[in-house]
C-alpha cells in the first residue's frame, strides 16, 4: 500500500504537487519548474522591498526631496504674489491694503489715487475689477494681508539677498554691507558716494580734511545761504506772532463744479470771520486746466477774498498751515496782500505741499481741513 502510495505521488507529472515541486520525501521548493517563479516573485519582492527602503532612507534622496520643496515653495511665492497684489498697479503693497465690499485688494497709493481721480472728473469711485464702488466709507484695510505680505521674501537692490518685507528697509538703511553711503566729510564738500564696505577706506585716504580754510570757505558759504533762508523764514513767523491784530480759524475746503459745458472742480470755504472782517478761501486744482485727472503732476493753488467792505486799505500777511486733523505735509510759506474794496482778491498762490501724493490725498479726502493764520500791519 506505501509503495502504490509513493509510486502514484510520483507517477503523477501533471498535478498540482509536482507543479509545486513536492516530492515523495517532502523535497525542497526549488525541484520542480514551478520554483523559479516562486522565486523571481520572491526576488522581485525583495528587490521592492529593498527600493522602498533606500527611498525610506535619508542619505540616498534627500537631494531630489529638497529641491522638490524649493520648487513648491517657488511656485508658493509666486502664487501668493499673484494673489496678494494689488489689482491696480500689479505689485505687493508696500504699506496699508485696502479692499473693496467684494475682497479685492487695493494698495494705498492707487485706493487714494482711485479717490482723487474720481473727484476730479465727478464720478463714483469704483473697483477695476468688479466696479463696486469704493470709498472711505465703504473700503477697509485688510490686517491679514499687509501680515501676509510683510513676511513675502524681497530682494534687498543693493547685495541681491532675500530678506522678509518687513525687515528688508532696516536691512538696506542700516545692515547691508552695499548700501550706498556718503562720505562723513561731506559737509565740507566731499562728493564721495559708495558701498558702505567701502566707507572705511575712503574716509581714511580722503582729501578733504586736508583742504586748507580758504579751499572750505566757499563751500561752507553755500551751505550757510540756505540755513540763512530757512532761518529768515522762521524769523519772519516769530516777528508776524509779535502783531497786536493776530487771528487764525480752522477752515474747511468743500468740492464744488464750475457751470462750464465741461465742468471744472474746485473748492471754496463757507464764510468765515477773522479780525472783524468775513472771508472767504477759494482753491483750484493745476490752475483749472482742462483735464488734471490726464496730468501725472497736480498742484493745488489758493485765494483768499475779503467779502466784507473796509473804509481804508487792510494790509496783511497770512499763511496756511495743516489743520489739526489732517497729515498732509505742508511748508510754511507767508503771502502778503494790501485788501481794498477795489482790490478785494489775492493772486492764486500755490498750497505749498511736498509733492503730487500729499496732493492726491487732499483730493481723496472728503473735505480739506487746513488752518489759515492772518496778521493785519499796522502803519
Known sequence: MEERMELGVAAA??????????????????????????????????????????EADPDAPPKKRVRHQE??????????????????????????VYQCTNGHLMCAGCFIHLLADARLKEEQATCPNCRCEISKSLCCRNLA?????????????????????????????????????????KRIGCPWQGPFHELSAHEAECSHPSKTGMELMGILDEMDQSHRRELQLYNSIFSLLCFEKIGFTEVQFRPYRTDDFITRLYYETPRFTVLNQTWVLKARVNDSERNPNLSCKRTLSFQLILKSKVNSALECSFLLLKGPYDD?????????????NDANETEYALLPINDSVECNKLLAAKNINLRLFIFQIQK
Not at 520525501?25 to 529593498?50: K, N
Not at 520648487?71 to 496699508?96: F, I, M, N
Not at 521674501?153 to 528688508?168: G, I, N, V
Open 71 to 96: 520648487g513648491e515653495a517657488g511656485k508658493l511665492e509666486e502664487r501668493l504674489y499673484s494673489v496678494l497684489c494689488c489689482t491696480v498697479c500689479l505689485d505687493l503693497p508696500k504699506a496699508s
Open 145 to 185: 494681508v499687509e501680515k501676509a505680505v510683510s513676511e513675502l521674501p524681497s530682494e534687498c537692490s543693493y547685495c541681491l539677498k532675500q530678506f522678509p518685507r518687513s525687515s528688508l528697509e532696516r536691512h538696506q538703511t542700516e545692515e547691508c554691507q552695499d548700501r550706498v553711503t556718503q562720505c562723513k566729510y
Open 328 to 340: 498732509v505735509k505742508i511748508k510754511p510759506v507767508i503771502q502778503h496782500h494790501v485788501f481794498s
Open 13 to 54: 507529472p501533471g498535478s498540482s504537487s509536482s507543479g509545486l515541486g513536492v516530492g515523495p520525501v517532502g523535497g525542497a521548493l526549488d525541484a520542480g519548474p514551478g520554483s523559479a517563479g516562486l522565486a523571481g516573485i520572491q526576488e522581485e519582492s525583495g528587490v521592492r522591498r529593498d527600493g522602498s527602503a533606500s
